[in-house]
Every structure is written in structure tokens, then in C-alpha cells.
T-cell receptor, first 113, second 113 residues
């Protein structure tokens, strides 16, 4: 049972434009969400997180939006840069007070110069 | 602050052997989680340790085990290796585990031949 889903395996955008990566979840008990960026053969790099008590969190070029009623979150990258090309994972804390993260399958972002 | 350190970076083992991977978390972090990444299954949670106790466990066979030491360093062990155990093994540390950011190491690439 895939509790966290990233339905778009890949996304291609032009440099300078907005990249929007989407993530859906099924478990209404999830209350903390994170986005990671990953290059091949390396560990994921933490980007931004959001608690379920918020609907938006912003950090520089990265903004995460959370729609609890739709069980949907999205990551916006503005403006997109070629260095942003990587695999992006969304993750949810599996249960309160533990370190278990449940990951989506990832979306490969390509930013074209 | 030093990041999460995993050793070794690469390993090649033969079927039937056992292997031990090591993870040193960020100083002050007490939660260490382990994940397996394969092309077909994505990032799968193995287990989490907090203050030397296993706090959570994923759906992996008993051949996969781990432990945490008093300095929060963690090891995971895989016995009787199978070809399907070939994967990138990632360790993540966080301060408390719940509702906080988790930071990943570079991973250990295990190849079973």
C-alpha cells in the first residue's frame, strides 16, 4: 500500500520558470512532511518541511504548500535553475515521535538551460 | 557541524556472507534511521534507533538487524546475503525523530554477487 504517492515520474521545465512537484498521501494521521533532493548514488538532501498546522512554508526559492483536506502537498521552485535537476522525494512522518519516514517514489526534475 | 557519516561507501560481497554497515549521526542527534533504496522499491524504511533502543521497524526479514551505541553511532547488519540485497543503504539522523528534519548520509552501496 503506497501511502505517499508522487504520480509524475518526471518533469521538464525551462530555466527561470516555475517547477511544481506534487505529492499525495492517504493517511490522515500524517502530520509532518518533508521534501528531499537526491542525486544518483548520494544521500537525499533535506530541502524544506511543513507541519500539518500550516498550509505554506517558504525558504528562498522553495515553497511547500499543504492542502490537508485534499491530502496533497506541492513543492514550488521559483526560479528554476539547471542545478535543480535531480530526483525529488516527498516524505511523511509515519507516526508521531518516531523517525520513520514514508517516501514517495520520486519525481525526476530536469531544468533546461 | 559534521554531517552524517556512513562507512564504507562501497562494498562487494558474495551471496551467503554477512555485512556490517556503520553510521555516525550528527553530533547531538539521538535518533538514527536506516533505509534501503532500490530502483524498483524506492526508499524503504528498515528500522529506527533512539537512545540505544529500536523504536520502530519496517517490513524486512530478520536477516536485517541493527544496534545503536551509547554515543548514538549505529550499525546495521545483514546476514546470509542474497542478490536482492544489492542496494544503496542510507542512514538518517535527527534530534528526536518525530516532527523534525532528518539528515542523510551519503549511503553505502552494497553489491551482492
Amino acid at each position: 500500500d503506497q501511502q505517499v504517492k508522487q504520480n509524475s515520474p518526471s518533469l521538464s521545465v525551462q530555466e527561470g520558470r516555475i517547477s511544481i512537484l506534487n505529492c499525495d498521501y492517504t493517511n490522515s494521521m500524517f502530520d509532518y512532511f518533508l521534501w528531499y533532493k537526491k542525486y544518483p548514488a548520494e544521500g537525499p538532501t533535506f530541502l524544506i518541511s511543513i507541519s500539518s498546522i500550516k498550509d505554506k512554508n517558504e525558504d528562498g526559492r522553495f515553497t511547500v504548500f499543504l492542502n490537508k483536506s485534499a491530502k496533497h502537498l506541492s513543492l514550488h521552485i521559483v526560479p528554476s535553475q539547471p542545478g535543480d535537476s535531480a530526483v525529488y522525494f516527498c516524505a511523511a512522518h509515519g507516526s508521531s515521535n518516531t523517525g520513520k519516514l514514508i517516501f514517495g517514489q520520486g519525481t525526476t526534475l530536469q531544468v533546461k538551460p | 557541524k559534521a554531517g552524517v557519516t556512513q562507512t564504507p561507501r562501497y562494498l562487494i560481497k558474495t551471496r551467503g556472507q554477512q555485512v556490517t554497515l556503520s553510521c555516525s549521526p550528527i553530533s547531538g542527534h539521538r535518533s538514527v534511521s536506516w533505509y534501503q533504496q532500490t530502483p524498483g522499491q524506492g526508499l524503504q524504511f528498515l528500522f529506527e534507533y533512539f537512545s540505544e533502543t529500536q523504536r520502530n521497524k519496517g517490513n524486512f526479514p530478520g536477516r536485517f538487524s541493527g544496534r545503536q551505541f551509547s554515543n548514538s553511532r549505529s550499525e546495521m547488519n545483514v546476514s546470509t546475503l542474497e542478490l536482492g540485497d544489492s542496494a544503496l543503504y542510507l542512514c538518517a539522523s535527527s534530534s528526536s525523530g518525530g516532527k523534525t528534519e532528518a539528515f542523510f548520509g551519503q549511503g553505502t552501496r552494497l553489491t551482492v554477487v
